[in-house]
């Protein structure tokens, strides 16, 4: 049987930088920054989640909700393998529209067998909302959230964690102000602003 590649969009955040809720902010030629991302997502993973509190979206996607009344991209996580019956999840956060393919596919090429999460790093540091986690690594994530530490970055530390180096900063630039938003919505069509990232 093939190995199903599963992907999970993190749309959970309450976008207090940009002051309206990102995941539903036009972009492109889509009515939602979600959309953008589940669409193109899909083209490339066997299956697309979007991880949230609630349904605000007026799409058509399997939702995973938080299991727990904190909300924290931690929370998202755990809740994310107590719901799907899978050993590993590629996460990318929803501001995060031009993260390419092919930056991807490379994490999965260089990913190790033995390593509980295999993460990007890119000019901006450590990229916790672009990597894939794996299964061995919801014990020690539940542990976390029992002593109300909510930082995917501390599990990082805590487990056994591959980091994969990437150079491009336009790519891994994240939608958390207005400004940010607009200048991406004026990068070039948007499409070029990803392919050259690429």
């Known amino acids: 049987m ?3 590649k599963i992907a999970v969009i993190m ?3 309450k976008s207090s930088r940009m002051k309206r809720d990102k995941a539903l902010l036009p972009f492109g030629d889509y009515p939602t920054l979600a959309q953008y991302q ?3 997502l899909s083209t490339f993973f066997d299956k697309v989640y979007i991880s949230s509190k609630g349904n605000k979206f007026n799409f058509e996607v399997e939702l995973i909700k938080d299991s ?5 991209p931690l929370v998202a996580l755990v ?15 929803v501001d995060a529209p031009f993260v390419s393919k092919k930056t991807i596919e490379q994490l999965y090429q260089e990913a190790l067998p033995l390593k509980d999460i295999v993460v990007a790093h890119s000019p901006y540091g450590t990229e916790p909302l672009c990597a894939i986690y794996r299964r061995s690594s919801l014990k020690v994530a539940k542990t976390l959230l029992t002593q109300n530490t909510h930082r995917l970055q501390t599990l990082l530390k805590t487990l056994n964690t591959q980091v994969v180096e990437f150079n491009s900063k336009e790519e891994f630039a994240n939608l958390n102000h207005p400004e940010e938003y607009q200048k991406a919505l004026t990068c070039s069509l948007l499409t070029s602003c990803e ?3 690429s």
């Open 2 to 4: 093939k190995h199903q």
């Open 11 to 13: 749309a959970g955040g």
């Open 38 to 40: 589940y669409e193109r």
């Open 68 to 72: 727990y009344e904190a909300s924290s």
């Open 79 to 93: 809740s994310i393998f107590e719901t799907l019956e899978v050993n590993e999840i590629f996460v990318l956060g």
């Open 195 to 197: 392919s050259s990232s």
